[in-house]
Nanobody, 124 residues
Framework: QVQPVESGGGLVQAGGSLRLSCAAS????????MGWFRQAPGKERELVAA????????YYADSVKGRFTISRDNAKNTVYLQMNSLKPEDTAVYYC?????????????????WGQGTQVTVSS
């Protein structure tokens, strides 16, 4: 079992950067894909970025391509989301999610374990 815990959220001005971290306990961390989702008030939860078990394959939503980078360090049981050139529309609660399986999927229901979320607020 994997228990993700997010950190690194906060308030930043438009154009700024933040790095989110997700520390995931559990001896199976390195065997499954990981994803970062976000949910803004009144909107559905959406996949922002995902990474497969080895880190060799990644996925990005069109809205964040070129600005966000997902990475993982299996030795530290941690996945990161580097967010640059932030925009007010990036404001949301960001969730880290883990799968039991290696491949990337985009549907929230395909992820098995979820963190509590961390708030990211981008001011204009």
């Amino acid at each position: 079992q994997v228990q993700p815990v997010e950190s690194g959220g906060g308030l930043v001005q438009a154009g700024g950067s933040l790095r989110l971290s997700c520390a995931a306990s559990g001896r199976t961390f390195g065997s499954g894909a990981m994803g970062w989702f976000r949910q803004a008030p009144g909107k559905e939860r959406e996949l922002v970025a995902a990474i497969n078990w080895s880190g060799g394959n990644t996925y990005y939503a069109d809205s964040v391509k070129g600005r966000f980078t997902i990475s993982r360090d299996n030795a530290k049981n941690t996945v990161y989301l580097q967010m640059n050139s932030l925009k007010p529309e990036d404001t949301a609660v960001y969730y880290c999610a883990a799968r039991q399986f290696r491949g990337i999927v985009t549907t929230p229901g395909e992820y098995d374990y979820w963190g509590q979320g961390t708030q990211v607020t981008v001011s204009s």
